[in-house]
C-alpha cells in the first residue's frame, strides 16, 4: 500500500506504451532533414502543442522541456535573475520552497544577488501583504510553489503575482510540480510568467519536465549547444519523454475532477483518524490545502518508527520530503509554519493519487492508532 | 464579470458612399459565419452597430472569434434588461460598481432609441445615476460628470435596454470581399504574412503564390508555408485561403548558370515576379502583394525595387516597406504567424544566394543577362505546372498525414 504519491508514481502503462513506441518509431534526430528527423520533430512539436492546450497557454507561453522540475528550477531562476541583473539584484522567494528554488536563490545570493526569504503563516501559504511589503524596485525575480510538496498548503499563486505585477517588473515564477495534472491550471490571462512541473508526479516518466514560459520572455539558455528547443535548451531533444510527459498529462486530466473529490474525501477520513489520537497535530490546514497531500506531527515519537511500523505492514508513507529524507532529522518546512523543532523533528507525510482506494485508506487508519499507542509504550 | 451581449461598432464605414449598406450587409454575413461555432448567440444589425446576444456564452471566446473580422471597430460588453426604468437600474448598478474598480470615475450616458419612453435621455442618466448613488456599497462608487475617465451607457430600445461600459478596441480595418483580391508572394519568412494581415485588414481577399525549389527545398518548407496559410486563412471570411505553389527548380538553376553571380538574385526575382504577374492574370487578381521591407537586405533597395518591379505593370503593394523589425515581429506574434516563420528551412530565395548580391542594379544590365538563356518558355512551364492548394482555417493540412495519424493515436 502505497502513500508516498507525492514523492514520485508509477508510471502509467499507456504513458510507458508511448514511451515505447516512439522510442522505437520516433527515434530519429528531430532536428535532421530527412523523412525520419521530419517525423521525429512532428512528434515533439505535437508533444509541446498538447501540453500547451492542456495548460490553457497555448499561443502566450512556449513550452521547453527538460529533464525535470528540477532543471526547470534552476534554468527559471538562473536564466531570469542574470537576464535582469541590470535591472536589480533582488530576488523573492518563500521559507517552504522546494530546494531546487531555495538552493538556487541561496547559491545567487552567494554570486551577489540580494535574498528575500518570506516567512508563511500557520497553513504555510504566503500572505499577500507579506509579499507586497517585500517587494522593491530593483526586484527582479519572484519565486513561489503553487502547492507545497510537504504539507500540501496552496498559495493563491493568482492574487500574488498580480502583487508582483501590481508593484514591481519582476518576473514571476512558480513552481507547479504538486499541482500540475492534479489541480485545475488555466494559465492563459494570469500573472504567471514562469511555470515548472515534472512527468513523475502525474503518471509519467522520470527525467522529464517542463518549463512553460511567457512567449514574451526571452531568456538566455542554462545550457549551451546545439540550439535546440528554439536555443533555449540544447542537447538532442528527447521525443519519446516528451510524448509521454503529454500522454501522462493528459490522461491525468481526463477525469481531474471526479479524482479530486474522491481524494479529498481520503484526505478528511485520514485527518478524522490521526487527530483522534492523542498529541497528533495537523501540519497546515484541512481547507485551502491540497487533498493529496496530509502532514503532522505526532508528539513523542520519532517518525522513522512510524515508517518502519507502517513498513513491515507493506504501508509506506514518508517522514519529510523524499528530496531531503536522508540529509536531516528536521523538516524545514514543518518548522517554516509551526516554529517549533519538536514539531518539525516527529512530521509524517501521506499523500495520495488517483490509484489510492478506499480500502486502503481505511486499512490505513485502522493500523495507526495501534501502532501509536504501541510506540509510545515502548518509549516508557 | 459575465455580460449578456456585445454591441460591435463598426470601422470605417463612414467614409463610404453609395456602397455603404453592401458593405455593412458583408461584414454581417462574415461576423454570423465566425459566431456560427456557438449554437446559443444571435447577431442583429442596426443602422451603425450591430448586437451579439451571447445567451450564456462566454463573451472571452466569441471575442476571440470577432478578433478574426475586420471591419469593427471596438466592442462594448454590456448588460440586457427590460425596458423599465427600475429594471435599467438595477442592471446598471453592478456595471457601474466594475467600471469603478481601480479608482476609475464614471458618468452616464444614455441613448434613448425608443422615443415612447416616458423619460428622456438626460432624465434617464439622472435617475440612474442617483439609484447607483444610493444602492452601490460606500466607497465602490465615483462620479465626475465633468471629466469622467470612462462613460457607463445606457441603451433604451423598445425590445430591451442594455447598460455597458467596457469597451474594448477590436482589429479595425475594412470588411473584406468587396475591395477585389491581391495575391501575395508567400517565402515562410516574417514578413510576407505579416504583408498578407496588413492586406487583409485593408479589405482584400488574399492568395498565396509560393516558390519552392525541390530537392534543394524540403517538405518542410511546404509544410511551413501550409502553417502559415492556416494562420491567415482564419481572417478571410470564408475562413479559407488559396495557396498557388510554383515549381521553380528549373528556371532558377537556370538563371544562376546564365546570369552573373551577383546579378543572380536581381533576375530570379523578375521572374517571380513575372510568373505572379502570370497567375494574378489566370485568376483575374488586379494587384500584387509581399513582405519586402525597405533596406533589410539587397533587393529591397529602392534601385533594385525598380529593377525587379519593371518587369509587371501591376501594381505592388508592400505593406511592410516602412515598418521595423520590431513592428513586424509584433504583429506577427499577434496572428500566431512568429513561430512558425522562424522554423530555419531553406526556401527559394536562401538556397543561391549570391556572395555580393548587387544592391544597384541596373535594369539595362537584367534585360541583357536575360537574353542570354530562353527563359520564356521556362516561365510559361512554372505558370502552367502551379499546383493550387486550398487552406481552410481550422484544419491545418499536414503533408506527413499518415504520421500524423500516428502521433495522434500516441498522444
Same mark, same amino acid.
Given at each position: 500500500?502505497?502513500?508516498?504519491?507525492?514523492?514520485?508514481?508509477?508510471?502509467?502503462?499507456?504513458?510507458?506504451?508511448?514511451?515505447?513506441?516512439?522510442?522505437?518509431?520516433?527515434?530519429?534526430?528531430?532536428?535532421?532533414?530527412?523523412?525520419?528527423?521530419?517525423?521525429?520533430?512532428?512528434?515533439?512539436?505535437?508533444?509541446?502543442?498538447?501540453?500547451?492546450?492542456?495548460?490553457?497557454?497555448?499561443?502566450?507561453?512556449?513550452?521547453? +522541456?527538460?529533464?525535470?522540475?528540477?532543471?526547470?528550477?534552476?534554468?527559471?531562476?538562473?536564466?531570469?535573475?542574470?537576464?535582469?541583473?541590470?535591472?536589480?539584484?533582488?530576488?523573492?522567494? &518563500?521559507?517552504?520552497?522546494?530546494?531546487?528554488?531555495?538552493?538556487?536563490? /541561496?547559491?545567487?545570493?552567494?554570486?551577489?544577488?540580494?535574498?528575500?526569504?518570506?516567512?508563511?503563516? &500557520?497553513?504555510?501559504?504566503?500572505?499577500?501583504?507579506?509579499?507586497?511589503?517585500?517587494? /522593491?524596485?530593483?526586484?527582479?525575480?519572484?519565486?513561489?510553489?503553487?502547492?507545497?510538496?510537504?504539507?500540501?498548503?496552496?498559495?493563491?499563486?493568482?492574487?500574488?503575482?498580480?502583487?508582483?505585477?501590481?508593484?514591481?517588473?519582476?518576473? +514571476?515564477?512558480?513552481?507547479?510540480?504538486?499541482? #500540475?495534472?492534479?489541480?485545475?491550471?488555466?494559465?492563459?490571462?494570469?500573472?504567471?510568467?514562469?511555470?515548472?512541473? =515534472?512527468?513523475?508526479?502525474?503518471?509519467?516518466?522520470?527525467?522529464?519536465?517542463?518549463?512553460?514560459?511567457?512567449? /514574451?520572455?526571452?531568456?538566455?539558455?542554462?545550457?549551451?549547444?546545439?540550439?535546440?528547443?528554439?536555443?533555449?535548451?540544447?542537447?538532442?531533444?528527447?521525443?519519446?519523454?516528451?510524448?509521454?510527459?503529454?500522454?501522462?498529462?493528459?490522461?491525468?486530466?481526463?477525469?481531474?475532477?471526479?479524482?479530486?473529490?474522491?481524494?479529498?474525501? +481520503?484526505?478528511?477520513?485520514?485527518?478524522?483518524?490521526?487527530?483522534?489520537?492523542?498529541?497528533?497535530?495537523?501540519?497546515?490546514?484541512?481547507?485551502?490545502?491540497?487533498?493529496?497531500?496530509?502532514?503532522?506531527?505526532?508528539?513523542?515519537? /520519532?517518525?522513522?518508527?512510524?515508517?518502519?511500523?507502517?513498513?513491515?505492514?507493506?504501508?509506506?508513507?514518508?517522514?519529510?520530503?523524499?528530496?531531503?529524507?536522508?540529509?536531516?532529522?528536521?523538516?524545514?518546512? #514543518?518548522?517554516?509554519?509551526?516554529?517549533?523543532?519538536?514539531?518539525?523533528?516527529?512530521?509524517?507525510?501521506?499523500?495520495?493519487? =488517483?490509484?489510492?482506494?478506499?480500502?486502503?485508506?481505511?486499512?490505513?487508519?485502522?493500523?495507526?492508532?495501534?501502532?501509536?499507542?504501541?510506540?509510545? +509504550?515502548?518509549?516508557? | 464579470?459575465?455580460?449578456?451581449?456585445?454591441? %460591435?461598432?463598426? !470601422?470605417?464605414?463612414?467614409?463610404?458612399?453609395?456602397?455603404?449598406?453592401?458593405?455593412?450587409?458583408?461584414?454581417?454575413?462574415?461576423?454570423?459565419?465566425?459566431?456560427?461555432?456557438?449554437?446559443?448567440?444571435?447577431?442583429?444589425?442596426?443602422?451603425?452597430?450591430?448586437?451579439?446576444?451571447?445567451?450564456?456564452?462566454?463573451?472571452?471566446?466569441?471575442?476571440?472569434?470577432?478578433?478574426?473580422?475586420?471591419?469593427?471597430?471596438?466592442?462594448?460588453?454590456?448588460?440586457?434588461?427590460?425596458?423599465?426604468?427600475?429594471?435599467?437600474?438595477?442592471?446598471?448598478?453592478?456595471?457601474?460598481?466594475?467600471?469603478?474598480?481601480?479608482?476609475?470615475?464614471?458618468?452616464?450616458?444614455?441613448?434613448?432609441?425608443?422615443?415612447?419612453?416616458?423619460?428622456?435621455?438626460?432624465?434617464?442618466?439622472?435617475?440612474?445615476?442617483?439609484?447607483?448613488?444610493?444602492?452601490?456599497?460606500?466607497?465602490?462608487?465615483?462620479?465626475?460628470?465633468?471629466?469622467?475617465?470612462?462613460?457607463?451607457?445606457?441603451?433604451?430600445?423598445?425590445?430591451?435596454?442594455?447598460?455597458?461600459?467596457?469597451?474594448?478596441?477590436?482589429?479595425?480595418?475594412?470588411?473584406?470581399?468587396?475591395?477585389?483580391?491581391?495575391?501575395?508572394?508567400?517565402? !515562410?519568412?516574417?514578413?510576407?504574412? *505579416?504583408?498578407?494581415?496588413?492586406?487583409? $485588414?485593408?479589405?482584400?481577399?488574399?492568395? !498565396? %503564390?509560393?516558390?519552392?525549389?525541390?530537392?534543394?527545398?524540403?517538405?518542410?518548407?511546404?509544410?511551413?508555408?501550409?502553417?502559415?496559410?492556416?494562420?491567415?486563412?482564419?481572417?478571410?471570411?470564408?475562413?479559407?485561403?488559396?495557396?498557388? *505553389? *510554383?515549381?521553380?527548380?528549373?528556371?532558377?538553376?537556370?538563371?544562376?548558370?546564365?546570369?552573373?553571380?551577383?546579378? !543572380?538574385?536581381?533576375?530570379?526575382?523578375?521572374?517571380?515576379?513575372?510568373?505572379?504577374?502570370?497567375?494574378?492574370?489566370?485568376?483575374?487578381?488586379?494587384?500584387?502583394?509581399?513582405?519586402?521591407?525597405?533596406?533589410?537586405?539587397?533587393?529591397?533597395?529602392?534601385?533594385?525595387?525598380?529593377? %525587379?518591379?519593371? *518587369?509587371?505593370?501591376?501594381?505592388?503593394?508592400?505593406?511592410?516597406?516602412?515598418?521595423? $523589425?520590431?513592428?513586424?515581429?509584433?504583429?506577427?506574434?499577434?496572428?500566431?504567424?512568429?513561430?512558425?516563420?522562424?522554423?530555419?528551412?531553406?526556401?527559394?530565395?536562401?538556397?543561391?544566394?549570391?556572395?555580393?548580391?548587387?544592391?544597384?542594379?541596373? $535594369?539595362?544590365?537584367?534585360?541583357?543577362?536575360? $537574353?542570354?538563356?530562353?527563359?520564356?518558355?521556362?516561365?510559361?512551364?512554372?505558370?502552367?505546372?502551379?499546383?493550387?492548394?486550398?487552406?481552410?482555417?481550422?484544419?491545418?493540412?499536414?503533408?506527413?498525414?499518415?504520421?500524423?495519424?500516428?502521433?495522434?493515436?500516441?498522444?
Amino acid at each position: 500500500m502505497y502513500f508516498d504519491y507525492a514523492a514520485t508514481t508509477p508510471p502509467h502503462s499507456e504513458v510507458l506504451k508511448t514511451f515505447e513506441a516512439v522510442s522505437r518509431d520516433f527515434w530519429a534526430n528531430p532536428s535532421a532533414l530527412y523523412r525520419p528527423g521530419l517525423r521525429a520533430e512532428s512528434m515533439l512539436e505535437q508533444a509541446r502543442l498538447q501540453v500547451l492546450k492542456l495548460l490553457g497557454a497555448e499561443g502566450k507561453y512556449r513550452c521547453v +522541456f527538460t529533464g525535470g522540475a528540477t532543471e526547470s528550477n534552476n534554468m527559471a531562476l538562473f536564466c531570469s535573475a542574470r537576464h535582469f541583473k541590470k535591472r536589480g539584484k533582488h530576488l523573492i522567494t &518563500g521559507a517552504v520552497e522546494h530546494p531546487s528554488v531555495l538552493e538556487v536563490c /541561496r547559491a545567487l545570493e552567494r554570486e551577489g544577488w540580494e535574498l528575500t526569504v518570506l516567512p508563511v503563516n &500557520g497553513c504555510g501559504v504566503v500572505e499577500p501583504e507579506t509579499l507586497r511589503q517585500a517587494l /522593491r524596485p530593483d526586484t527582479t525575480v519572484v519565486s513561489l510553489m503553487h502547492v507545497n510538496n510537504e504539507i500540501g498548503a496552496v498559495n493563491d499563486i493568482i492574487e500574488l503575482g498580480g502583487i508582483v505585477k501590481e508593484e514591481s517588473n519582476a518576473v +514571476f515564477h512558480v513552481d507547479a510540480a504538486q499541482s #500540475v495534472g492534479k489541480f485545475d491550471l488555466s494559465l492563459d490571462g494570469t500573472p504567471v510568467d514562469l511555470l515548472t512541473f =515534472s512527468a513523475h508526479k502525474f503518471f509519467g516518466l522520470k527525467g522529464s519536465g517542463a518549463l512553460i514560459m511567457k512567449e /514574451r520572455l526571452e531568456l538566455p539558455p542554462l545550457l549551451y549547444g546545439g540550439g535546440q528547443e528554439s536555443g533555449f535548451r540544447s542537447g538532442t531533444a528527447d521525443v519519446a519523454r516528451a510524448a509521454a510527459l503529454a500522454k501522462a498529462l493528459r490522461l491525468s486530466l481526463e477525469n481531474r475532477a471526479e479524482i479530486y473529490s474522491r481524494v479529498e474525501l +481520503f484526505k478528511g477520513k485520514i485527518a478524522a483518524a490521526l487527530l483522534a489520537i492523542p498529541d497528533v497535530e495537523l501540519n497546515g490546514t484541512l481547507e485551502n490545502s491540497s487533498p493529496f497531500i496530509i502532514n503532522c506531527s505526532i508528539g513523542g515519537v /520519532r517518525p522513522e518508527t512510524v515508517l518502519q511500523g507502517l513498513a513491515e505492514k507493506e504501508i509506506f508513507i514518508s517522514t519529510v520530503s523524499a528530496c531531503s529524507a536522508r540529509k536531516t532529522a528536521e523538516s524545514a518546512v #514543518v518548522f517554516a509554519l509551526t516554529g517549533k523543532h519538536e514539531r518539525a523533528k516527529t512530521s509524517i507525510r501521506i499523500s495520495f493519487s =488517483s490509484l489510492t482506494t478506499g480500502e486502503e485508506v481505511d486499512t490505513l487508519c485502522a493500523e495507526f492508532g495501534p501502532l501509536i499507542d504501541a510506540l509510545r +509504550f515502548k518509549k516508557k | 464579470m459575465q455580460y449578456d451581449a456585445i454591441l %460591435i461598432r463598426l !470601422g470605417e464605414l463612414f467614409l463610404k458612399g453609395k456602397n455603404k449598406q453592401s458593405f455593412i450587409d458583408r461584414l454581417f454575413q462574415t461576423v454570423k459565419t465566425k459566431l456560427k461555432n456557438f449554437p446559443a448567440v444571435t447577431v442583429e444589425k442596426s443602422n451603425d452597430h450591430f448586437m451579439v446576444f451571447l445567451n450564456g456564452t462566454d463573451y472571452q471566446a466569441a471575442l476571440k472569434q470577432l478578433d478574426f473580422v475586420f471591419g469593427i471597430h471596438s466592442y462594448a460588453l454590456g448588460k440586457i434588461c427590460e425596458t423599465e426604468l427600475e429594471a435599467i437600474c438595477e442592471t446598471a448598478l453592478p456595471v457601474a460598481i466594475e467600471a469603478c474598480r481601480s479608482g476609475v470615475s464614471i458618468k452616464f450616458e444614455t441613448k434613448r432609441g425608443w422615443k415612447k419612453f416616458p423619460l428622456n435621455s438626460i432624465e434617464i442618466s439622472q435617475q440612474v445615476a442617483a439609484y447607483v448613488g444610493t444602492n452601490a456599497p460606500e466607497g465602490t462608487i465615483r462620479f465626475n460628470v465633468a471629466r469622467p475617465d470612462a462613460v457607463v451607457r445606457v441603451f433604451v430600445k423598445k425590445q430591451y435596454s442594455l447598460v455597458v461600459a467596457k469597451v474594448i478596441p477590436a482589429s479595425g480595418g475594412l470588411p473584406i470581399g468587396l475591395n477585389g483580391k491581391a495575391l501575395l508572394m508567400l517565402s !515562410g519568412g516574417l514578413d510576407s504574412p *505579416v504583408a498578407g494581415y496588413l492586406l487583409m $485588414k485593408r479589405g482584400l481577399e488574399v492568395e !498565396g %503564390i509560393h516558390f519552392e525549389s525541390p530537392p534543394y527545398t524540403t517538405a518542410r518548407a511546404r509544410q511551413k508555408v501550409y502553417d502559415l496559410a492556416e494562420k491567415m486563412a482564419h481572417y478571410l471570411p470564408k475562413g479559407k485561403i488559396r495557396i498557388h *505553389v *510554383v515549381p521553380f527548380t528549373n528556371l532558377q538553376k537556370e538563371i544562376f548558370s546564365s546570369v552573373p553571380e551577383n546579378y !543572380g538574385m536581381t533576375v530570379m526575382r523578375r521572374m517571380m515576379y513575372r510568373i505572379s504577374a502570370g497567375i494574378a492574370e489566370q485568376h483575374k487578381i488586379r494587384l500584387l502583394g509581399n513582405g519586402e521591407s525597405l533596406g533589410q537586405v539587397a533587393s529591397q533597395t529602392p534601385a533594385s525595387m525598380w529593377a %525587379i518591379n519593371a *518587369v509587371t505593370d501591376l501594381p505592388v503593394i508592400r505593406p511592410v516597406a516602412c515598418m521595423d $523589425k520590431v513592428e513586424i515581429v509584433g504583429i506577427a506574434r499577434k496572428i500566431g504567424t512568429y513561430d512558425i516563420s522562424i522554423r530555419p528551412y531553406e526556401d527559394c530565395c536562401t538556397v543561391f544566394v549570391p556572395k555580393f548580391p548587387v544592391t544597384f542594379p541596373k $535594369k539595362e544590365h537584367c534585360d541583357r543577362y536575360e $537574353k542570354r538563356f530562353d527563359w520564356e518558355p521556362l516561365v510559361q512551364a512554372c505558370i502552367a505546372n502551379t499546383e493550387m492548394v486550398e487552406i481552410k482555417a481550422g484544419e491545418p493540412i499536414q503533408l506527413d498525414s499518415e504520421t500524423t495519424d500516428e502521433i495522434c493515436g500516441l498522444l
